[in-house]
């Protein structure tokens, strides 16, 4: 079995499961490096495992009189080798900025797995676009999670045959059970941080119109962020307490339960004004799966997971009217909303689940160490 590194800011972070599985699916004895884009901790027992420093032997302390990035970049270099690891996998852009040397002077293959933020957001492009153009050039390969980020990356000067698409995916294991939309109450959902991105006040804002012609509908949002306090207090402006739920973080146990006794699944992502941009959100894909439709934008990836008018409904970003009229629609047509819903399951369980994810991004990785 090959030793393969992947190399993470975060090493538990509750909204970046689809990293977490990278480490826990691939079929390959992963060391999961994290703490910054250039790491600063390792552990081979998994996400969870007992974080380990970079550098803790002889060696290093004879380096202290280096710079200490170079102290590390040379611990990160020493390691790579004493493992024979075979390739390294650096989840967003700017990890594969910072191990691309150390990546060269170990000559193992790097592959570089952008996400969102990492290919679009202005701080970003400020601080690592310039050097995007280099690591294009040299990285061995480079993976996209939607059609448009492709397109994005090839205007940053990615090379076209370098970069690989394929979306993150949902966990058909947990999300395999047909919820049936058009026997439950019309309950709306939505999960996910309550970040810029995914504009939950606009949600907010879209399903409040939708209660004027559907006065039994009712919203429950779960998930964290900088926005849930704004949420909450809009929520409470527009006189719709009653019919709005903020459930905080929960499982994906807890996710999936929430998910069967649901109508349609909600989201308005949105490019913000500093142009960050999403990926492919994983919760419109694991609606999807279970049988939801969705109704959401047309950013980012979400129109390669969402056909419009046969898995769900897309509006432009911005269009809250239009959310709305989707929202009244489905909450008083529940054959609609099952029809939409059996078919958003088919189309996502033909091409867009966990498995099929992990089984390309190992075809990337894998041929990468054979060249």
Same mark, same amino acid.
């Given at each position: 079995?090959?030793?393969?590194a992947?190399?993470?800011?975060?090493?538990?972070?509750?909204?970046?499961?689809? $990293?977490?599985?990278?480490?826990?699916?691939?079929p390959?004895?992963?060391?999961?490096?994290?703490? #910054?884009?250039?790491?600063?901790?390792?552990?081979?027992?998994?996400?969870?495992?007992?974080?380990?420093?970079?550098?803790?032997?002889?060696?290093? =302390?004879? %380096?202290?009189?280096?710079?200490?990035?170079? =102290?590390?970049?040379?611990?990160?270099?020493?390691y790579?080798?004493?493992?024979?690891?075979?390739?390294?996998?650096?989840?967003?852009?700017?990890? #594969?900025?910072?191990?691309?040397?150390?990546?060269?002077?170990?000559?193992?293959? %790097?592959?570089?797995?952008?996400?969102?933020y990492?290919?679009? =957001?202005?701080?970003?492009?400020q601080?690592?676009?310039?050097?995007?153009?280099?690591?294009?050039?040299r990285?061995?390969?480079? !993976?996209? !999670?939607?059609?448009?980020?492709?397109?994005?990356?090839?205007?940053?000067?990615?090379?076209p045959?370098?970069?690989?698409?394929?979306?993150?995916?949902?966990?058909?294991?947990?999300?395999?059970?047909r919820?049936?939309?058009?026997?439950?109450p019309?309950?709306?959902?939505? !999960? #996910?941080?309550?970040?810029?991105?995914?504009?939950p006040?606009?949600?907010?804002?879209?399903?409040?119109?939708?209660?004027?012609?559907?006065?039994?509908?009712?919203?429950?949002? @779960?998930?964290?962020?900088?926005?849930?306090?704004?949420?909450?207090? %809009?929520?409470?402006?527009?006189?719709?307490?009653?019919?709005?739920?903020?459930?905080?973080?929960?499982s994906?146990?807890?996710?999936?339960?929430?998910?069967?006794? @649901?109508?349609?699944f909600v989201?308005?992502? !949105?490019?913000t004004?500093q142009?960050?941009?999403?990926?492919?959100?994983?919760?419109?894909?694991?609606?999807?799966?279970?049988?939801?439709?969705?109704?959401?934008?047309?950013?980012?990836?979400?129109?390669?997971?969402?056909i419009? /008018?046969?898995?769900?409904?897309?509006?432009?970003?911005?269009? $809250?009217?239009g959310?709305?009229?989707?929202?009244? /629609?489905?909450a008083?047509?529940?054959?609609?909303?099952?029809?939409?819903?059996?078919?958003? @399951?088919?189309?996502i369980?033909?091409?867009?689940?966990?498995?099929?994810?992990?089984?390309?991004?190992?075809?990337?990785?894998s041929?990468c $160490?054979?060249?």
């Amino acid at each position: 079995m090959h030793h393969i590194a992947v190399v993470s800011t975060n090493q538990y972070k509750y909204s970046e499961t689809f $990293i977490h599985r990278h480490v826990e699916m691939l079929p390959a004895k992963v060391h999961y490096f994290f703490d #910054g884009y250039l790491p600063h901790h390792y552990t081979t027992k998994g996400v969870t495992g007992r974080a380990q420093p970079f550098g803790a032997n002889s060696l290093l =302390r004879r %380096l202290q009189l280096k710079p200490p990035k170079e =102290r590390l970049q040379l611990a990160i270099q020493q390691y790579l080798l004493q493992h024979k690891i075979k390739a390294v996998l650096a989840e967003y852009g700017p990890s #594969g900025v910072e191990m691309l040397p150390v990546c060269e002077a170990a000559n193992i293959p %790097l592959i570089v797995h952008f996400h969102g933020y990492d290919a679009y =957001r202005q701080d970003m492009m400020q601080t690592y676009g310039g050097q995007y153009p280099a690591l294009f050039n040299r990285a061995d390969a480079v !993976v996209a !999670v939607s059609k448009h980020m492709c397109q994005r990356l090839q205007d940053l000067g990615c090379p076209p045959h370098k970069i690989h698409h394929t979306a993150c995916g949902a966990d058909t294991d947990l999300f395999n059970t047909r919820c049936q939309p058009e026997n439950n109450p019309p309950l709306f959902v939505s !999960v #996910g941080r309550f970040a810029d991105t995914k504009a939950p006040h606009l949600t907010i804002l879209a399903f409040a119109q939708a209660l004027k012609l559907a006065p039994e509908a009712k919203l429950v949002m @779960a998930g964290n962020g900088h926005l849930l306090e704004a949420c909450q207090i %809009l929520a409470k402006a527009l006189q719709i307490t009653h019919a709005v739920t903020f459930l905080g973080s929960i499982s994906h146990t807890q996710v999936m339960q929430l998910m069967q006794g @649901a109508r349609a699944f909600v989201q308005h992502s !949105v490019t913000t004004p500093q142009n960050d941009t999403e990926g492919t959100p994983v919760s419109v894909m694991e609606a999807g799966a279970s049988g939801l439709p969705v109704i959401a934008t047309t950013h980012a990836g979400i129109p390669d997971v969402v056909i419009h /008018r046969h898995t769900g409904f897309l509006v432009s970003e911005g269009n $809250i009217t239009g959310m709305a009229a989707y929202m009244e /629609r489905l909450a008083n047509e529940p054959g609609l909303a099952g029809a939409l819903g059996a078919a958003a @399951a088919k189309h996502i369980g033909q091409h867009f689940t966990l498995q099929q994810h992990i089984d390309t991004l190992w075809e990337i990785v894998s041929g990468c $160490i054979k060249k």
